[in-house]
């Protein structure tokens, strides 16, 4: 039976993953089944989001002038992506938001007010508190069929929860993310 790729049956057709970035994993415990304040889940963490976008890609046009004509060439670069926002259904144990606060706590401490507090030994560059991040876009049979690799991502702000036992929903936030590179790849 044919069925169009874009059921909408279900609003959580896309898959966010993430490995944990290697500043994280040395600040948390891997003891199996030890939840704490100063600890998240060692290796990756995985969204099953309800919202976000692909950002637009843009290789912007020059404009040659010549003899009284405007001819167009290539600029050959790419403008800088815009950040994303994703939307997530927060999972009933928090583990979800809880992986994203931590790392915005790392990258601005809610007490010190500075990075990496608990001065983690690391090799004090970028790539310690960054990671890919991939977006799966899945099918009606929830099939992975593309992905999106955000390349080395770090979030800038997580949402707000909302409480309203009133609304029988379940409890949602998001966060936005800022990236270097994007690459797609189609998955058979």
């Known amino acids: 039976m044919q069925q169009s790729t874009l059921n909408r049956s279900r609003s959580d057709k896309f898959l966010l993953v993430f490995d944990v970035p290697p500043i994280l994993k040395l600040s948390s415990k891997q ?8 600890t ?6 995985q ?11 843009t290789v912007p ?3 040659n002038r010549y003899i009284g004509n405007t001819l167009y060439v290539s600029s050959h670069t790419k403008n800088s992506y815009p950040p994303v926002n994703v939307k997530f ?7 979800n938001y809880w992986a994203v606060y931590q790392w915005l706590n790392l990258l601005h401490d809610q007490v010190e007010g500075r990075y990496n507090a608990r001065d983690i030994e690391v090799d ?12 799966y876009g899945l099918d009606e049979f929830n ?3 593309i992905k999106f690799i955000y390349k080395k991502a770090f979030p800038t702000s997580i949402e707000t929860i909302t409480y ?5 929903e379940e409890l949602l936030s998001g966060f936005t993310f800022v990236y270097s590179q994007m690459h797609v790849e189609l998955i058979d």
């Open 40 to 45: 998240i889940m060692p290796d990756a963490v």
């Open 47 to 57: 969204f099953s989001i309800y919202g976000t976008i692909v950002p637009e890609i």
């Open 143 to 145: 099939n992975k069929r």
């Open 164 to 168: 309203d036992y009133q609304n029988a």
């Open 31 to 38: 003891v199996t089944g030890e939840r704490t304040n100063r």
């Open 89 to 95: 259904k927060v999972d009933n144990e928090y583990n």
């Open 61 to 63: 046009a020059i404009e």
């Open 124 to 135: 004090k560059n970028f790539s310690d508190y960054q990671t890919d991040i991939t977006l």
